[in-house]
């Protein structure tokens, strides 16, 4: 699965550790869009629409976003047409955000969980995968039909 991650300088250190505790993966292939450090001060929506974009375009399968609290970034990422962001700080909602959702992109907020829970809920988000079949699908096909013929300003 190709992962395109991203944060903020107060998201760096933990997308580093989460990028640390992956990179031993052979299933995923990250790529980083987000900051090096705490640093950099590039703003948010420049990294959250940037990632959005890579799994818009088809170069990304999922995009995992962090910044302070997970808002921002959720909120850049859904101005991307065909993009489903949320933040999800517990078990449940990341696995309801692709199961009922087919949310693309996770974002985390760094100020408001550990690191700990951050990294045993991208191992969880990684593992579901979206039932094109599901009760779920025709609610997620409402959505993406509504944003295909939405008239634009």
Known sequence: MRIA?????????????????????????????????????????HIGLDVARAVAAGKADRGLLICGTGIGMAISANKV??????????????????????????????RVIGPELALRLVEEWLTYRFDETSASAGKVAVIDAWEATANRP
């Open 81 to 110: 047409p065909g993009i489903r962001a949320t933040v999800a700080h517990d078990s449940y909602s990341v696995e309801r955000s692709v199961l009922s959702n087919n949310c693309q992109v996770l974002t985390l907020g760094a």
């Open 5 to 45: 991650i991203g944060a903020d300088a107060a998201g760096a250190e933990l997308k580093n550790l989460i990028r640390k505790r992956l990179a031993g993966r052979t299933d995923l292939d990250l790529t980083d869009h987000g900051v090096p450090d705490a640093a950099d001060a590039t703003a948010y929506p």
